[in-house]
């Protein structure tokens, strides 16, 4: 059940990545993104318990983490190809969390589990040598950024983890995470748009309302598996995204799908089947 529900996640993150990255204007879509998920966590608090206090302080670093985040994934588009910063970025953060959760969360997957988590990145990371476009692999500001981007990742993840571990109620942490990340990303979107955010706002609201209700969805229900399951191989079920990404740029986008797409997938299906084993 958990494996199906992150690969719904990864299935939804996929979508809303494909969406953000036709956006003309990625800051405004990411500034109505969050706000989106501050007015679902609104909606959401009447029917939610409360978080537990020993959780607050997990919520308020994985907000904190989050100004990172952004800022290392938007310097990531600015320097370096989508195509190879992305997967950087998303192969390098499990492999993360999967080697600290041992001595930060407590956590020690099976040899089989582990030997999934890796074959998972490495079918993820591969997907940056898509047509042997190997010189920008060797750009230190693209690739610096989305290390970056993956360090951030593999913070957050272990702080909401071991927050909604700690929470007692997994959809109040859900909720009360997409108001404090909502109010802050949106109002520095805001802030560096200025007069233009209301104009701009105008432009994308809906589709970028969209993307925030899947992002809003698929990291809720990573975080709900969080409270079900070790942390490291959720975390890296959940950047399938990436090869999903590229199924979809191939059969709605037209991109081409080519020889290294086919390799990463064929290793990820690998890596699902060694986690799911490692589980029984």
Known sequence: MVIALVLLAALLHASWNAILKASTDRLTTTGVM???GLLVGLALLPFVASPARASWIFLFLSATIHFG????????YRFG????????????????V??????????????VQLAGVVLLCVGIL??????????GLFEWKPVTMALGTGVTIA???MADGLGVRHSGAPAGYIAWLFIVDGM???????YVRGKNFVPALRASW?????????AMLAYGIVIWCYSLGAIAPIAALRETSVVMAAAIGALILHEPFGRWRILAASLCAGGIIAINLGQG
């Open 126 to 135: 591969s997907l940056a040598f898509n047509r042997l476009e190997l010189r």
């Open 184 to 190: 802050a990303m949106a109002a520095i979107a805001a």
């Open 206 to 214: 809906a589709p970028a309302a969209l993307c925030g209700v899947l």
């Open 81 to 96: 190809d989508l195509s190879q910063v992305y997967p950087l970025a998303r192969g390098a953060a499990p492999l993360i």
């Open 155 to 157: 913070a957050y993840t």
């Open 98 to 111: 999967a080697f600290l959760s041992p001595w930060l969360v407590g956590e020690r997957l099976e040899p």
């Open 69 to 76: 985040y952004y800022a290392f994934l938007l310097g990531s």
């Open 34 to 36: 969050n706000l989106t």
